[in-house]
């Protein structure tokens, strides 16, 4: 059995892929909502890194700080919504490999 992936500032509420309970199915769309979160995540410190040569007025390792959180923040809300639906997706396509009513 694998560990589950810990992020900082993640959502403690988050049930790990692997824990038990729950069908395959749920714990597929978990483990794909919890991909889609991370992948918005690195999306948005990607785009963060950047840097069209302008000083900013502020800076510091404090408002990188922050605008990790609120990216993490951000990520999570986008991925429990379906905003993006990229845990759609990928849980349909992984679903295929999926016994029915497998637990």
Request: hydrophobic share 45%.
């Amino acid at each position: 059995m694998t560990d589950p992936i810990t992020l900082a500032g993640a959502n403690p509420t988050i049930v790990s892929a692997t824990a038990p309970g729950g069908s395959e199915r749920e714990r597929l769309a978990e483990a794909a909502r919890q991909f889609e979160a991370i992948f918005v995540r690195q999306m948005l410190a990607a785009a963060r890194n950047t840097d069209f040569g302008g000083d900013e007025l502020f800076g510091g390792k404090s408002d990188e700080t922050f605008h990790e959180m609120r990216d993490a923040r951000f990520a999570e809300l986008a991925a429990s919504t379906g905003a993006l639906g990229l845990a759609t997706t990928i849980e349909a396509q992984l679903a295929r490999f999926v016994e029915p009513g497998g637990n």
